[in-house]
């Protein structure tokens, strides 16, 4: 640990807050007590108070001086991405570094001490505001019982229930009514631990579904969820509002008591009850969650009446309906199924009852205003998913073991027991229904009565007004879900003109904009008044959220990220697979066609998501999927033999900051996108203490930039102490197996004859090292160069004095432009326009295929003319060759690259390359390496060898002979490039190529500059590593 020395300075009021400075470490000895050491034993005892001791850092400790602390919650709120600072941690530099005084850096917040025990402290809402302000006062939270069972509960039981279930029973019998229901609590309970590990694998807030979709799959499924899931809470509050407003009409109906008509008297109840509802959300959580529990109540005292009523004796008006209570042989009469009418079908009564099974989401979708929603959500979700289980089970088997399938409900159907004529078990108990049976219109009875379980119970009334719970509960909860999810999508900003809707006001941040929406759109369907058409997409937007609740568990499990670790451990990856295609095939079934409507909604969004690319980062198992992918692809790609049939041009390109060289970028962009590596080096020169922070600020704004300006690449940076030693570094230890680059990018140095002769020999240098590691080289020149980061300072700070010539390719100066350091600056700033960002129209891309250097001067321009912006431009090939053989070496390089299946047919053969040059281009070339010549004349190697000495750039007079050819030669293909190529879009020619030890830099570089210069165009001078890259064979 790192030790504190300790001061013996008198303690004041003012330093013994708990809070520690980095001040209070300065001008004491590095690496010791000195003069202040404390006797042994006296680490921290308060008879030597300090300013470091008792009342700071010891208390922040276990009793030991050192600028480290104990693990506390403090230090791990709020951290997303990886390297985030915990809040009151020292950095690493605090330990590591040198104490220095640092004005921006002198206060490290630390938590109190007498809240280092690992409690949180208190969240924005939750501290004070101003002092004269009194606290805000405490938002309102929910215990698992009232928050998620009763709720959930109350969202799962119906108006199926009541009016659907004991119809059910009658045709599908009691077995396969268990069979169904026990289907349909498969899936459920399968969501429901998928929702429970999900909501246990870090701190749930607000936004139910959407919230824990999102952060498991990222905003791309996450808010495609989010916005149906929203839509279809609130239609739904209008389907519940709508089932209890039918069943007060037929209440009306059966007394004449009807307000308008039957369709316009559901609209008005819908739209009153609606709104009394609404009255109920707006005065909050808190007036909320008693209205539920009201309608729990009424709910539980209408199950114990119709528990009630099964037992009670049944009187002669009941046994005339079909009810004489429990009876084995009724039982056993209805355990078997009776199919009738166009719904007598296994499935079809299962697409009947499953929609009575869903609701689980009531508790997750208010986590904002759960206590622990760890803790309430899996806890209250599985509890309510069993009782409601259970009363459906119980409900089906009381009610088939009591009730008769057919019954006439005529008082004179009465017979004795015996008579002959009657058929079914009601004769055994005196009653004749075979009449209405065999003619199948019995008004009564299970298969024919919905109203079974009211005429079953002790009270009838009551039983309505189970229906009626039901119904506003659910509507209720619906109510309250949909602003909440909503609200959360909102803040996220996924999707344009939602923002709006996002605002929460009070204590619990209540979305009262979103509660009106919902209110206008529940308002709107009630007015249709034609839900059934809509019913089928609303269950199969629910059975979207719970297919991608169920994938989430599943995903986050199998991409084995260390960050999924949920608390709750009873789930299985393969049951919530399992869960998630169970509830896609259930969508197919209840209504294919909703099931594609809703599926094309959900791409229709998630497409729009994918192309915006919400700046978000919420660390989803699709994250840690792409990883596991490109890992497991980057190793299986390393177990591969190469070929040259899948060669592909991967690209260190020696950028120094990636805004400094547009154009550069633009170039190996083009023809790397979609199709290889790039990667964008930068050597940062100088000391590496000094240089690492800029490096680590820097890194991330020019991977933005690049992001920014839609180039697929990759960047990175290294330290060095001088230009060459760092592009050694990046050629060796850039890329990842097999994804490595085989191409060095450069930029021309255009100031090679200013600059410096140590960085001239550094560029030539740079070549020879590439060439040495077996890359092929790509060197670019642009008539107005390459670097505008003169241009960019200028425009940002007028008042900069640039270097006269700045370099092309190093990454000295770069402390003078302030956007460099600065990230956000960094990838806001305006980008530059280059020409490969241009549409090229019909010029022409000219390749000097002088030299074979294994194809790649060719294959470069090709995979630049198959992109669009270049696409209309004709590719010319110009080769060497003998005037008396042209028409023979035009044939055969135009079957060579025919071969190569690379569509070039205009070739030319250049028979006068060979021709002396114009003198008074030989004399440029002359004055161009005069500078830098020995004018050694006759003397002996030694007395050469000495004047060389130190200055290896210098050109002995025995060089120039020994290089003339070759240096005329480059002065005639200047001539035959400005005679040919002066309008082409681009200008691709084999790199000439200087050896080692035998041709000085300086010659070399005045070789690149008569090759290249006076050109329009932008040329390319490339040189592969002597190895195919282009084959005609299949194999």
């Known amino acids: ?57 010891c208390t922040r400790t276990f009793g030991y001086n050192t600028v480290d602390v104990v693990p506390a919650y403090e230090h791990y709120a709020n951290s997303k991405g990886v390297g985030d600072a915990g809040k009151g941690r020292p950095s690493l530099a605090d330990l590591h570094s040198i104490l220095k005084p640092d004005p921006g850096h002198l206060h490290v917040p630390v938590s109190d001490p007498q809240r280092s025990n690992g409690l949180p402290e208190p969240g924005p809402e939750e501290a004070a505001g101003d002092p004269g302000r009194a606290p805000a006062p405490e938002p309102v939270r929910f215990g698992w019982v009232k928050g998620v069972m009763i709720r959930c509960m109350l969202n799962i039981w119906g108006v199926i229930l009541y009016l659907r279930l004991p119809w059910i029973t009658a045709q599908a019998g009691i077995a396969l009514t268990w069979l169904i229901i026990l289907m349909s609590v498969t899936v459920t309970t399968i969501t429901g631990l998928s929702i429970s590990a999900i909501s246990t694998n870090g701190k749930v807030k607000s936004g139910g579904t959407y919230f824990l979709i999102s952060r498991s799959l ?44 039957p369709t316009n008297d559901i609209r008005i109840i819908g739209v009153v009850t609606v709104t009394v509802l609404l009255g109920i959300s707006l005065a909050g959580m808190e007036w909320e969650a008693k209205a539920q529990i009201l309608f729990f109540l009424v709910i539980l005292v209408s199950f114990i009446n119709y528990l009630v009523g099964t037992v009670i004796p049944a009187t002669a008006e009941k046994q005339a309906k079909g009810f004489f209570s429990y009876r084995a042989d009724i039982f056993a009469q209805n355990f078997v199924p009776s199919w009738r009418g166009p719904e007598g079908s296994f499935f079809g009564l299962f697409s009947i009852f499953f929609p009575s099974a869903t609701g689980i989401l009531a508790g997750a979708n208010i986590s904002g205003d759960l206590k622990d929603p760890a803790v309430a959500i899996p806890k209250g979700t599985l509890m309510a998913i069993f009782w409601t289980t259970v009363s459906y089970l119980v409900l089906s088997a009381t009610i088939g073991a009591c009730v008769v399938r057919d019954a006439s409900g005529s008082l004179n159907d009465s017979v004795p027991v015996g008579s002959l004529g009657c058929e079914g078990l009601a004769c055994g108990y005196g009653w004749n229904f075979t009449a209405c049976a065999q003619r199948q219109s019995c008004r009564y009875g299970l298969s024919n009565y919905y109203q079974s379980m009211s005429m079953v119970s002790g009270f009838g009334p009551l039983i309505t007004a189970g229906i009626f719970g039901a119904t506003l509960s659910s509507a209720l909860a ?38 009106m929406l919902t209110y206008v759109i529940a308002i709107g369907f009630i007015l249709i008044a034609e839900l059934n058409a809509i019913a089928p997409i609303i269950s199969n937007f629910f059975l979207c959220s719970y297919a991608l609740i169920n994938f989430s568990c599943f995903h986050a499990s199998i991409t084995n990220s260390p960050g999924w670790r949920p608390s709750f451990r009873y789930y299985s990856k ?45 660390g989803s198992s699709m994250q840690a999927s792409s990883y596991n992918m490109a890992l497991n692809y980057s190793v299986g790609l390393s177990e591969v033999d190469e070929h040259i049939k899948n060669y592909r041009p991967q690209c260190l390109v020696l950028t120094g900051p990636p805004n400094f060289r547009p154009a550069l970028v633009d170039f190996v962009g083009t023809f790397t996108k979609n199709l290889s590596l790039m990667l964008c080096g930068n050597v940062l020169i100088g000391p590496r203490k000094q240089k690492m922070p800029e490096s680590r600020l820097m890194a991330d704004g020019h991977t933005k930039w690049l992001v920014k300006r839609k180039i697929k690449a990759f960047y990175t940076d290294v330290v060095a102490e001088d230009l060459r030693s760092g592009v050694q570094m990046l050629i060796q230890a850039a890329g990842l197996g097999k994804m490595r680059p085989n191409i060095l990018v450069l930029g021309y140095k255009r100031n090679w004859l200013m600059a410096s002769p140590q960085s001239l020999e550094d560029y030539v240098g740079i070549l020879h090292d590439a060439f040495d590691f077996k890359y092929g080289v790509c060197l670019m020149r642009m008539k ?55 549409e090229q129209g019909k010029k022409t891309i000219d390749i000097y295929w002088l030299f074979d250097d294994g194809g790649l001067t060719l294959l470069i321009p090709y995979l630049l003319g ?36 690379l569509g070039f047919h205009e070739v030319h053969i250049l028979p006068d390359i060979n021709q002396k040059p114009r003198p008074e281009h030989i004399k440029r070339f002359d004055d161009l390496i005069a500078p830098f010549r020995l004018n050694d004349g006759f003397k002996d190697e030694a007395t050469v060898n000495e004047m060389r000495q130190g200055c290896p750039w210098k050109i002995s007079d025995e060089e120039v002979d020994k290089n003339r050819a070759k240096s005329l030669r480059q002065v005639r293909l200047n001539e035959i490039l400005l005679d040919y190529s002066r309008d082409a879009a681009l200008i691709a020619i084999t790199l000439p190529i200087g050896r080692k030890g035998r041709c000085p830099s300086s010659l070399y570089m005045a070789w690149l500059e008569t090759l290249s210069q006076d050109l329009r165009p932008p040329v390319v001078l490339t040189r592969g590593n002597q190895e195919n890259v282009l084959t005609f064979y299949c194999q």
């Not at 916005?227 to 739904?236: C, D, H, Q």
């Not at 990454?811 to 600065?822: C, E, N, P, Q, V």
Request: one cysteine or more; proline letters at 5%.
């Open 574 to 618: 393969w049951a919530a697979l399992f869960g998630a295609t169970v509830s896609v095939v259930i969508m197919f079934l209840l209504t294919w066609w909703a099931a594609l409507i809703a599926f094309g909604i959900v791409i229709f969004l998630l497409g729009y998501v994918l192309y915006k690319k919400p700046d978000v980062n919420w």
């Open 784 to 838: 107005e160069g390459l670097n505008v980061s003169r241009v960019m300072q200028a425009h940002v700070n007028p008042t900069f004095e640039a270097a006269e010539h700045p370099e092309e390719n190093g990454t000295r100066g770069r402390a003078a432009l302030g956007t460099a350091a600065d990230p956000i600056a960094l990838a806001g700033e305006q980008q530059a326009s280059t020409i490969f960002q241009s």
């Open 218 to 261: 990222g905003p791309e499924l996450g808010g495609s969820i989010g916005l149906i899931f929203a839509f279809a809470n609130a239609v739904a509050v209008a389907m519940h509002t709508v089932g209890f407003a039918e069943t007060v009409r037929d209440l009306l109906q059966e007394h004449n008591s009807l307000i308008v008509d």
């Open 478 to 515: 619906c109510l309250v879900s949909a602003p909440k999810v909503f609200q959360c999508l909102c803040r996220d900003q996924l999707y344009p003109l939602i923002g709006f809707f996002g605002k929460g006001y009070g204590r619990n941040s209540e979305p009262i904009r979103g509660y």
């Open 1 to 57: 640990m790192a030790e504190l020395p300790v001061a013996e300075l008198p303690a004041t009021p003012a330093r013994c807050s708990g809070r520690f400075t980095i001040s209070t470490l300065l001008g004491m000895e590095e690496g010791g007590w000195g003069p202040y050491a404390p006797s042994e034993g006296a680490g921290c005892d308060s008879t030597h108070p300090t300013h470091l001791s008792s009342s700071t850092l």
């Open 866 to 901: 198959r992109k669009k912006r270049w696409g209309k431009c004709k590719i010319r090939v110009f080769v060497g060759g003998q005037i008396n053989r042209m028409d023979e070496e035009r044939k055969a390089i135009v079957s060579l690259l025919s071969k190569f299946r």
